[in-house]
């Protein structure tokens, strides 16, 4: 999951490359590098390290030329060094190419071999490496003709850019799987992983399609199909602007997201709520009222976050539009090969909408005849264009790697699907109109449970030098003590498990020690007594308690707080929308504790945020 920027026109490519890379940092950031050209000079810069390392190396020897590619990288093949960084340079002089890669060459040592037979000699560990020596093996003169030819040798994924002094005033673009838009400007072309690279220089985006390539110049750009065809473009508006991708004056991306929530739960509802029929619309579905009524089963298939969702997803089809739900995960589901029945529908759920193996089971889902919809938040994503029909979450951009403002808006249009399959089903209007109104007062109690914040910034302080941690939960709290957990290792690299809690007594009680804190989440609802018992099981043993429980819930406010050692308090919503409010203590307990312990919050290490290799 690297970024690739590139850049060709009248200005100076460089400021233009580091800029973008800046923006997309987000997707890799291990090591960093940029290529441009003068005429016949080939002028290559690349660095170990984040972004920032490149900028100064630039400083010290700047890269002039007006035509220009760059990358941050997610390393996958070889280690994060000066070396092993994007682009890679093959061939000698004019001959020269330079190649940066998004993806995996699944069949780069086969290939890697043939070349060494012939005496070409490589410098990185890389895949991509390979790509740029085929090239440059390849080169007569014509750079898109050695890349067609290239990529006909090629297995696995690619979005990928070359550049060469002979062609100097041409970028050749390409793409099999990874994410790649070509970004129209006046008598200025870029391209880019995603469109947020272009914040700031041009709104129009064309996205290219698997097996397209492209030549940029600075005055045109044409893109072919693999059988070299011309391809009619469609040129899209991306509304992103500078604004939504800054951290808004708060020290992070993540705190910022977190404290977006109530308007991102707003957003995500916009417009959507009927208040005359008692149920829910979505615009892009696409699902006529035969098949809603048709459809009998529900398979959620997703990744990480975006699973965790689908689990809370799970619960509320099964109470709303009391239809049976599978949630698979996705790299699972997609080799699995389940036996599905024909009148099952397959929602993928992505924030990025470029998760390889999210995009795979949505594809092989597809492949089967099955409704395959996808609940995004990236516009023209992959997945968003490639699913049958489906729902944008409206979050605006997403750059903490850690999913946090995603999640809730993942929940709250669940939540709004199943009263719309429901609706479709046994639920009655009036039923319909109390959850309209539930759903309608959540931005004001997502807002008053972020103010938990000192509250927890306190519990953090006092937890965060613990090296295991576990969080508990029970129905809809169960996939939020998995959230809450997978929260915490992503950012602070403390090991943490959550589990539904009545399962601790089968094993994971064995952990339970004074160093070992247990987070429980007891917020007033079916289930109390239940999770209180277990709690007490914990304290019987020792273990350190942090209870998340319900504002205004007296025998909580007695009973929780006479048990556990610290206790969080966030509003008192119906039991179906508790994820809402108190995955908003657990976020920012992630946050305040990776914070404590010096961890790079925003970018945790071997990790990237969209994930578009399998
Ligand atoms: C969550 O904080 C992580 N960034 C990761 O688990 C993420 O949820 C997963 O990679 C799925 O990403 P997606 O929602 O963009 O498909």
């Not at 490359?17 to 002028?43: I, M």
């Not at 011309?230 to 004056?249: I, L």
């Not at 959230?483 to 959550?498: D, Q, T, V």
């Not at 990237?608 to 399998?614: D, Y």
């Amino acid at each position: 999951m690297c970024g690739i920027v590139g850049y060709v026109g009248p200005r100076e490519a460089e400021p233009i490359l580091v800029d973008g890379l800046r923006r997309l940092e987000y997707r890799g950031y291990d090591s960093a590098g940029l290529a441009t050209l003068t005429g016949d000079r080939l002028h290559l810069r690349k660095r170990a390290g984040r972004v920032g390392e490149l900028t100064s190396f630039l400083q010290e020897q700047p890269a002039p030329g007006c035509v220009g590619i760059s990358h941050t990288r997610w390393a996958t093949h070889g280690a994060a060094t000066d070396t092993n960084a994007h682009p890679h340079v093959a061939g000698t002089g004019a001959n020269q190419v330079a190649v940066v890669h998004n993806g995996v060459i699944e069949n780069y040592s086969g290939l890697k071999r043939q070349l060494e037979a012939e005496g070409i000699v490589f410098h990185s560990q890389t895949d991509t490496e390979v790509v740029a020596q085929l090239i440059a093996y390849h080169m007569d003169g014509d750079l898109l003709a050695a890349v067609r030819k290239v990529l006909k040798l090629l297995k696995g994924t690619y979005g990928l850019a070359a550049v060469s002094p002979q062609n100097p005033d041409q970028i050749v673009g390409a793409r099999l799987g990874s994410p790649l838009v070509v970004g129209v400007g006046e008598g200025e072309h870029f391209l880019a992983s995603d469109p947020s690279a272009l914040i700031g220089y041009t709104q129009k985006v064309v996205y290219l399609q698997d097996r397209e390539l492209c030549v940029l110049t600075g005055e045109d750009f044409h893109v072919y199909d693999d059988a070299e065809a011309r391809v009619t473009t469609n040129v899209q508006n991306f509304d992103w602007d500078v604004g939504d991708s800054d951290k808004g004056g708060f020290p992070h991306h993540m705190l910022k997201e977190i404290f977006e929530q109530p308007e991102t739960v707003a957003a995500a509802m916009r417009g959507r709520l009927d208040e005359s029929d008692q149920t829910a619309h979505f615009g892009g579905l696409n699902l006529d009222p035969q098949q809603l009524r048709q459809a009998e089963r529900v398979i959620l298939t997703a990744c990480g976050t975006s699973y965790h969702a689908g689990i809370v997803g799970e619960y509320l089809f099964e109470e709303f539009a009391r239809m049976p739900v599978e949630v698979e995960y996705a790299s699972e589901f997609r080799y699995r090969n389940p036996p599905i029945d024909r009148n099952t529908i397959v929602i993928a759920i992505t924030q990025s909408g470029e998760t390889a193996d999210t995009l795979a089971a949505l594809r092989e889902s597809k492949r089967k005849g099955h409704r395959a919809l996808a609940i995004c938040n990236v516009v023209g994503s992959t997945i968003a264009r490639e699913a049958d029909g489906g729902v944008y979450l409206h979050a605006g951009p997403e750059v903490g790697v850690a999913s946090t403002k995603a999640f809730t808006s993942q929940v709250t249009v669940l939540a709004m699907l199943a009263l719309f399959f429901g609706r479709a089903r046994h639920l009655s209007s009036l039923q319909g109109g109390r959850m309209i109104e539930e759903l309608q007062a959540l931005p004001d109690a997502v807002a008053r449970a972020l103010r938990c914040n000192d509250d927890v910034r306190r519990i953090a302080e006092k937890y965060h030098t613990a090296t295991t941690m576990l969080f508990m939960g029970r129905q809809y709290m169960y996939p939020v003590a998995l959230e809450g957990a997978l929260k915490l290792k992503e950012i602070s690299y403390i090991h943490a498990e959550g589990y539904p809690a009545a399962e601790m007594k089968h094993g994971p009680i064995a952990l339970v020690d004074t160093d070992t804190p247990s987070i429980f989440l007891t917020p007033r609802g079916s289930v109390f007594d239940k999770v209180m018992s277990n709690l007490e099981e914990v304290k019987a043993r020792g273990g350190p308690v942090i209870a998340i429980a319900s504002e205004g819930d007296p025998r909580a406010a007695d009973y929780v707080s006479s048990r556990a050692d610290e206790v969080v308090f966030v509003p008192d919503v119906p039991e179906y929308l508790q994820p809402l409010v108190t995955a908003i203590p657990l976020q920012l307990f992630a946050y305040h504790t990776a914070l404590l312990r010096g961890c790079d919050v925003d970018k945790p290490r071997n990790l990237a945020k969209s994930v578009t290799v399998e």
